[in-house]
């Protein structure tokens, strides 16, 4: 079952989705009498939860007071499981009143017709809010939400290990990697990623993207910048392969005397530890023309409402009550509380001048007035994908900043092409239906025949037997599998899709117009795939049966403890495993690494080229899959006679002649299904090369599955085009294990013909 394709894992989503909705309609169910209640969402962390639901209760209380009872469920939901949900919930008005999140993805939510315009201005509001902020939760020059806070990338500065003169320059930190002790760096940063390396991308000069969404991160300013990266890379200044849980660790851990990371890092840091926040450093010689300073971007989180039309009086009272509750929350008093009681670097600027002794919050709250808003274009989350490749090529020395920025544009515009125009759909929709009627005609002919009618008859006690069982088939099998080919006729993004015909497989099949077997084409993925799928269950069958060979000796020492402790990475969740062992493959502070230093051998950076890309996922994947053929042996060992053994003995059989005439041809009827298992789950195994290598180097080691979530999810939620991903995905599986049985028995069927004429 290809679970984790693409259509499969949005219909199996909706049933996950259910679980707040289940959450939402008992709070309906258990609401106070007389209390109006609304339904809020949001995707904060313990801290912030805290402020925000410190100051709900703070409006629970006012409304209460003023006779007018109001009780606010409150549901966090996973960061990132968030747009999908609500992208769930809200067309089938099971969604909330309103919700948190992020002002990036208002053009998103705006163009899947999602929330709608926030309404009136209330004039209580008036001189409230920075200009800016509320320019950015503007689309098309309506407003959309109201702006709570404001979070942006800051300096962390250890007090402990900071020297005594200032670091206030990109060039203090240079000149400081040359003093410091081994082990500790001048500045934690997550360099490699587009977000983290924007504000020296701007102190340059360059600009990722402009008003029109064209790519623009192109030019000597941008070039310049990614020099910059190399010298600070070069020089010792930041860490290689940095990463946000890195950034987290050396600081935390008193491994680096500054960070550049948000107010998410705060919660992390120890009693122990003394730091302060400080702007980001600027450029001691900035390029002509320009400040030298380096702004990052900034996010504004806000409230929105959902696109829900309200329906009779109880629904637009619970519209006024949202709106009551949002204009509470953003103002200068729910404000307040929320920044006392959950460290929120709130947007309101009245709130801030009742706000003593916050110095923290106060720096984090001036940097992010210095920042630059992140762009509300649809097509600025497709920047982020080519510019961390290219960022990433040329620290790795791959490219240089100019072809590699150039590459970007062209993956840019690859990604950001327009869809297929729409074509007729007639000619499909009387092929299907002559397809149906043909299935009709031979449906109702079977039907007719009285021989037939009678041994359904017959048969009907047994059918309601397993007709559970065919209806969970239907629903979690059938159903996705005919969404997903349906689906993958269409083109468009979100709701907003049109027939297309098969224009999705012609540029699949096609590599969109480039060679063949171009970087990211399907013919490339596939092979990649088909290496990632042989190797693993070779090494699966090869090491599970070994070790289940040695563990059926009934005189080993220790057996059954060596049985659990070979059964638990079977046993712990992969996605676990995935990231422990991503960690343990970093450059510097990975396990592998410290154990080739160990006995040698110099450090691997094992996600700079395919070779060891691919071969850090296939050790993870190996590790994950070896307990299932070792269980599956050892249940099949267990099954063999061992009269069979002691014969061949008798007839001078060797130990080799018996395992290759009695266990291989005894084991092959077991082995063959887990074989085939196994060949599938390893085919769409998308934590591993989701999770260990990402993809990388430069999406090399991408499966077709990890191909088709890209396009799904970030590409610009092309839906049409991914489920085209997932039906060949299933027409290439469902091909090749067609003749695995087939062989499995002519094997069997040759086996047991030796075994007769050895007898």
Request: hydrophobic fraction near 50%.
């Amino acid at each position: 079952m290809l679970i984790s394709t693409l259509l499969q894992r949005r219909f199996l989503s909706l049933v996950l989705h259910m679980a707040p909705f289940l959450f939402v309609a008992s709070g309906r169910i258990q609401a106070q009498e007389g209390a109006l209640t609304i339904f809020l969402w949001h995707a904060y962390g313990e801290g912030e939860a805290r402020g925000l639901e410190a100051a709900v209760k703070a409006f629970q209380a006012r409304a209460q007071e003023e006779g007018r009872p109001i009780r606010v469920e409150i549901t966090p939901v996973p960061f990132g499981a968030y747009a999908s949900k609500l992208q769930a919930a809200i067309p089938t008005g099971k969604g909330p009143d309103l919700f948190i999140d992020a002002h990036d993805r208002l053009a998103f939510y705006v163009e899947s017709e999602l929330i709608r315009p926030f309404g009136a201005w209330p004039p209580e509001l008036d001189g409230e809010f920075d200009p800016l902020h509320l320019n950015a939760l503007r689309w098309k020059g309506v407003l959309w939400g109201l702006p709570l806070s404001i979070k942006c990338l800051v300096l962390y500065l250890n007090r402990k290990l900071a020297p005594p003169v200032p670091l206030e320059t990109l060039e203090d930190f240079e000149a400081l990697a040359t003093r410091l002790p081994k082990g500790i760096w001048p500045l934690a940063w997550e360099i490699s990623s587009t977000y983290g390396s924007a504000a020296l991308f701007h102190a340059y000069g360059a600009r990722h993207i402009d008003e029109a969404g064209h790519f623009t991160l192109l030019g000597p300013a941008a070039e310049a910048a990614l020099f910059r990266m190399q010298a600070l890379l070069a020089k010792g200044v930041v860490p290689p392969e940095g990463s946000g849980e890195l950034v987290r660790n050396l600081f935390a851990s008193g491994r680096a005397v500054a960070a550049v990371s948000g107010p998410w890092l705060a919660p992390d840091l120890g009693p122990e530890l003394e730091w302060e926040v400080r702007p980001l450093p600027r450029l001691r010689e900035p390029p002509k023309g320009q400040s030298g300073a380096m702004t990052p971007f900034a996010t504004v989180e806000a409230v929105f409402f959902p696109s829900r039309i309200p329906q009779g009086k109880e629904d637009k009272a619970r519209e006024q009550a949202a709106r009551a509750l949002a204009i509470f929350l953003a103002a200068s008093e729910g404000a307040r509380i929320r920044a006392l009681r959950g460290g929120h670097i709130v947007a309101s600027e009245r709130a801030w001048k009742g706000l003593e002794g916050l110095e923290r919050e106060r720096a984090f709250r001036e940097a992010a007035r210095q920042a630059i808003p992140m762009p509300t274009h649809p097509l600025m989350s497709r920047v982020f994908g080519p510019v961390d490749r290219a960022i990433r090529k040329v620290l790795r020395g791959e490219l240089e900043p100019g072809p590699a920025l150039i590459e970007a544009s062209h993956r840019f515009a690859d990604e950001t092409r327009p869809p297929p125009p729409p074509r007729d759909p007639r000619f499909a929709i009387v092929l299907l239906t002559s397809l149906l009627l043909v299935l009709l005609f031979f449906a109702t002919r079977r039907l007719l025949d009285p021989q037939f009618r009678v041994t359904l008859l017959r048969s009907l006690p047994a059918y309601a037997w397993v007709a559970h069982a065919l209806i969970a088939i239907f629903l979690l099998v059938v159903l996705p599998l005919g969404v997903g080919a349906l689906t993958s006729f269409f083109a468009g993004q979100g709701r907003n899709l049109h027939y297309v015909g098969l224009a999705n497989y012609i540029d699949i099949l096609t590599a969109r117009g480039q060679g063949l077997f171009s970087r990211g084409s399907f013919y490339l993925v596939l092979g990649v795939t088909i290496l990632w799928t042989i190797l693993n269950v070779t090494l699966h069958v090869v090491i599970g049966v070994s070790l289940a060979l040695l563990l059926s000796r009934s005189r080993l020492f220790l057996r059954p403890i060596y049985r659990v402790l070979l059964i638990l990475p079977w046993a712990i969740p992969n996605y676990v495993t995935a990231l422990t062992w991503k960690g343990m493959f970093h450059r510097q502070y990975g396990a592998v690494n410290a154990i080739l230093s160990a006995i040698g051998f110099e450090p691997v950076s094992w996600f700079a080229r395919f070779s060891t890309a691919f071969t850090a996922n296939l050790i993870t994947n190996v590790w994950l899959g070896f307990p299932f053929m070792m269980v599956v042996t050892l249940g099949a060992l267990t099954s063999i006679p061992k009269d069979l053994y002691e014969a061949a003995e008798v007839d001078g059989a060797t130990p080799w002649d018996c395992f290759w005439r009695i266990t291989v041809p005894m084991l092959r009827p077991a082995l063959l299904p887990a074989i085939t298992m196994g060949a599938v789950w390893t085919f769409n195994m998308f934590n591993v090369v989701f999770l260990v290598s990402a993809g990388e180097p430069d999406g090399s080691t991408e499966i077709l599955v990890s191909e088709a979530y890209r396009w799904a999810f970030t590409r610009g939620n092309q839906i049409g085009y991914a489920a085209a991903y997932s039906v060949l995905i299933f027409v290439v599986l469902f091909l090749s294990t067609r003749g695995l049985p087939i062989f499995g028995m002519q094997q069997k069927n040759l086996g047991e013909k030796k075994g007769v004429a050895h007898a």
